[in-house]
C-alpha cells in the first residue's frame, strides 16, 4: 500500500471510532426530564413510569392535620413521595405500612412523604383509618371532595409521585409498592439529595 494512502486511512479509521463510540455511548440525559433517575430504577423503583412531559405540581387545595388548607404546588422545595389514597382501598392499605417506613427512615426538612386521604371524613378518619391500620408516623394529609384523585389519578387509587425540591414530577406508579426497600431509599435519598 503506498505510504500517502496510510495517513487518510489513519484518520478515517480514528473517526470511525470516535463514531461508534458515540453511538454506543449510552445518554446521560434520559427521558422524563431528569438527569440521572433511570440509573435508580431497579428492583421495585423499575415500576415506576416517567412522565411524558414535564409535569409541576398542581394548585389542589389539600387540609393538613390542624385544618389548615395548602396548596400542593405550596409545598414545592422539599423533595416528596405524594401518595393519594383512601380507607375503602385495599391495594392502598397494602402499601401504608412501607410509605411510613419510609418516612420513617429518610423523612426530614428536605422530604416527606406525603400520603393524601381522598375519604369524605377528611383528616379525622384518615387518623381513625391509619390507627385501626397500626401505621404510625405519616403526617395527616387530606382532600375529601376527590378531585385531586378524579383529576390526576382518573380515579384509580394508590396513585404515588416522586416530586423533586424543585415542584417537577420525576415519576409516577399506579397501585401500591414495596416503598421501604434498598432501592427506593436509594433512589428518595438521591432525590432529597438533589442528585435527581
Known amino acids: 500500500m503506498p505510504k500517502k494512502l496510510l495517513l487518510p486511512l489513519a484518520i478515517l479509521i480514528a473517526l470511525l471510532g470516535v463514531a461508534a463510540y458515540r453511538l454506543f455511548l449510552p445518554s446521560t440525559t434520559p427521558e422524563g426530564g431528569s438527569a440521572s433517575i433511570n440509573s435508580y430504577l431497579k428492583g421495585e423503583m423499575a415500576k415506576l ?16 392535620e390542624d385544618g389548615s388548607p395548602i396548596k400542593l404546588s405550596g409545598m414545592k422545595g422539599k423533595a416528596m413521595l405524594i401518595n393519594l389514597w383512601a380507607s375503602w382501598c385495599a391495594p392502598c392499605r397494602a402499601e401504608m ?9 429518610l423523612g426530614d426538612e428536605s422530604f416527606e412523604v406525603v400520603a393524601i386521604t381522598v375519604d369524605r371524613g377528611g383528616v379525622l378518619q384518615a387518623k381513625e383509618t391509619l390507627q385501626e391500620w397500626g401505621v404510625e408516623g405519616l403526617a395527616l394529609y387530606a382532600e375529601p371532595t376527590m378531585a385531586i384523585a378524579l383529576e390526576l389519578a382518573e380515579g384509580k387509587l394508590p396513585t404515588s ?10 415519576a409516577y406508579f399506579l397501585g401500591p409498592l414495596k416503598w421501604d426497600q434498598p432501592e427506593a431509599l436509594e433512589l428518595f435519598t438521591a432525590l432529597k439529595n438533589g442528585e435527581i
Open 49 to 64: 413510569s416517567l412522565p411524558d412531559a414535564p409535569m409541576a405540581l398542581t394548585d389542589h387545595i389539600i387540609m393538613r
Open 97 to 105: 405500612k412501607e410509605l411510613a417506613n419510609l418516612q420513617h427512615e
Open 161 to 170: 409521585y416522586i416530586v423533586g425540591k424543585d415542584g417537577m414530577v420525576r
